[in-house]
Nanobody
Framework: VQLQASGGGLVQPGGSLRLSCAAS????????MGWYRQAPGKQRELVAA???????NYADSVKGRFTISRDNAKNTVYLQMNSLKPEDTAVYYC?????????WGQGTLVTVSS
């Protein structure tokens, strides 16, 4: 499975960004698609995940601000990020789980700063 993430950048506090991650290769039976992030000096943490059935899970810190969605026809997962805060600054990584194996994208930097 190959993952190509895009959509990061610099945004002011209160702004919005949308991340996209397209999966290719052996994409059958992808169970979970999600986003993690890693801020400088911190451990990588789950931001949001979505199951193939559409069930979602969010970190408490992003609930009500971020929305994860997936387009199964395009094998793409999205992360709509609204009301961004400086503490959302991190490298965001796309993640999928297939047949018990986790695959990671290359990471895209999100910087929230005025």
């Amino acid at each position: 499975v190959q993952l190509q993430a895009s959509g990061g950048g610099l945004v002011q506090p209160g702004g919005s960004l949308r991340l996209s991650c397209a999966a290719s290769g052996s994409i059958f039976d992808i169970v979970v698609m999600g986003w993690y992030r890693q801020a400088p000096g911190k451990q990588r943490e789950l931001v949001a995940a979505i199951l193939s059935r559409g069930i979602t899970n969010y970190a408490d810190s992003v609930k009500g601000r971020f929305t994860i969605s997936r387009d199964n026809a395009k094998n793409t997962v999205y992360l709509q990020m609204n009301s961004l805060k400086p503490e959302d600054t991190a490298v965001y990584y796309c993640n999928v789980v297939r047949a018990g194996v986790a695959y990671w994208g290359q990471g895209t930097l999100v910087t929230v700063s005025s």
